[in-house]
């Protein structure tokens, strides 16, 4: 679970997530303690969308990334995993992917 490339405890995107498919993979990550779900992670990222600001298509706030890629109107794959990972800084990782991806090219979320 912990990337060499990291500083120790973290964990980083997977580079060669696209790698097999026709098109860019989107990925979210969250790292939290013993007992994390998927329904936590994806309600911290759905909350970065208060700092989403549609009419300059950028964040008003510290980042919202995170939300305008749960959000994004093309993205129609989407696969997740939950790691223990005791190497982590947090203990568990929870990794989302999304295809086609989001955040690219200066597009809106929807």
């Given at each position: 679970?912990?990337?060499?490339d990291q500083?120790?405890?973290?964990?980083?995107?997977?580079?060669?997530?696209?790698?097999?498919h026709?098109?860019?993979?989107?990925?979210?990550?969250?790292?939290?303690?013993?007992?994390?779900?998927?329904q936590?992670?994806?309600?911290?990222?759905?909350?970065?969308?208060?700092?989403?600001?549609?009419?300059t298509?950028?964040?008003?706030?510290?980042?919202?990334?995170?939300?305008?890629?749960?959000?994004w109107?093309?993205?129609i794959?989407l696969?997740c995993?939950?790691?223990?990972?005791?190497?982590?800084?947090?203990?568990?990782?929870?990794?989302?992917d999304?295809?086609?991806?989001?955040?690219?090219?200066?597009a809106?979320?929807?």
């Amino acid at each position: 679970c912990v990337d060499q490339d990291q500083p120790i405890g973290l964990i980083d995107h997977n580079d060669g997530r696209s790698n097999g498919h026709p098109y860019y993979v989107g990925e979210n990550i969250f790292g939290a303690g013993g007992g994390a779900t998927a329904q936590q992670a994806v309600s911290l990222w759905a909350a970065e969308g208060a700092n989403y600001d549609y009419a300059t298509n950028s964040c008003s706030g510290p980042t919202c990334g995170h939300y305008t890629q749960v959000v994004w109107r093309t993205s129609i794959e989407l696969g997740c995993a939950i790691g223990n990972c005791p190497g982590l800084q947090f203990g568990n990782a929870i990794v989302c992917d999304y295809g086609p991806g989001g955040n690219s090219g200066g597009a809106r979320p929807y």
